[in-house]
Structures are given as structure tokens and as C-alpha cells.
């Protein structure tokens, strides 16, 4: 009588159960799927409506302050203190756009590849930087300069109403009057 090895005889259905074990983690991994999608479709979305804002908005915005809304309260304010203050307060905030400028552009090619849907080495630190800045950067303006602005510029509505046409000529389209 031939006497059986059970481990021997057990073998290749052993392989079976490995091969299933790994197929069935394969399968659980694939389950994860759909749930990843939806974030990863955000996160292209996120990156390409950023690329075109920055590029469309926010520098454009940063050059109209510059260009537009600095200089007429520079003109517009008193001689002394409030001159004074108002010029401190417009190179704190051109040095701020300059930053925020300089750390979006390290970040852009990043923000590229996301939007494609591409392997990144997106520097997260950077790009929650540019944020926090950016929010204070808002916030100073909005609590400090442009309420101080407004002061400035509502003395002489000539100087709002200047303000407002030159900023209204900025983002006229041109016409065609041969059409």
C-alpha cells in the first residue's frame, strides 16, 4: 500500500487558494476605484479653473491696483501722515503681489500636471502658503486700504468718478465702427 503525503497532495490546491488571495486583494484594491474618481476629477478641475484665474484675474487685478486704484489715492491723499501711510500701505501691498506672483509661478507647472491628470510633485506646502498669504493679503486690503480709499477718494468725486471711468476704458471692448 502506497502511503500519501498529504502536504504533497495538498499542494497544488494550495496555489488555488494563494492565487485567489492574491486576485481577491487585487479586486478590493480595483472596489477602491469609483470612490477615487470623483476626488481625482476634482482635483483636475481645482487645478484648471486655478491655472486660468490667475492668469485672467488675478494678475489683471494686481495690475489695475497698481496701475489705477494706487496711484489716484497716492494723488488724492493729504500731504503728510495720511500721504505718508497711504504709500507705506500701497508698497506692502505691491511687494505682496510681487511674493504671491513668484510663489504661484513655482507652483503653476505643478498645477499643470494635475489638470492633466498627470503625476505631480506639487509642492503642498507652497501651495497652502499661497493661500494663507493670499487670504491675509485680501484681508488687509479690505479693512484697511479700502475703507482708507474710500475716505481719500470721496473727498473730490472727480477723483472716484476719474478712478471709475479709467478703470471702466480698461475693460471696454473696442468697437468697430465699420461694421
Not at 489683471?60 to 497716492?74: G, M, S
Amino acid at each position: 500500500m502506497a502511503t500519501s503525503n498529504p502536504t504533497a497532495d495538498q499542494a497544488p490546491l494550495s496555489n488555488f487558494t494563494n492565487c485567489h488571495g492574491g486576485i481577491l486583494k487585487r479586486l478590493n484594491a480595483l472596489d477602491e476605484l469609483p470612490a477615487l474618481l470623483e476626488p481625482a476629477a476634482r482635483a483636475r478641475q481645482i487645478a484648471e479653473q486655478s491655472l486660468e484665474f490667475f492668469r485672467e484675474a488675478i494678475f489683471e487685478h494686481h495690475l489695475e491696483e497698481e496701475r489705477e486704484l494706487f496711484p489716484a489715492v497716492i494723488a488724492s491723499a493729504q500731504p503728510g501722515e495720511e500721504l505718508t501711510r497711504v504709500k507705506a500701505m500701497t508698497q506692502r501691498l505691491t511687494d505682496e503681489h510681487r511674493r504671491v506672483e513668484a510663489l504661484w509661478k513655482t507652483l503653476e507647472s505643478g498645477l499643470k500636471r494635475v489638470a492633466k491628470g498627470q503625476a505631480t510633485d506639487l509642492n503642498i506646502a507652497d501651495l497652502q502658503r499661497l493661500v494663507a498669504e493670499y487670504k491675509a493679503h485680501a484681508s488687509y486690503e479690505e479693512t484697511e486700504f479700502l475703507p482708507l480709499s474710500e475716505t481719500i477718494l470721496s473727498r473730490n468725486s472727480n477723483h472716484m468718478a476719474a478712478l471709475g471711468m479709467s478703470l471702466h476704458m480698461r475693460h471696454a471692448k473696442p468697437v468697430n465702427a465699420y461694421i
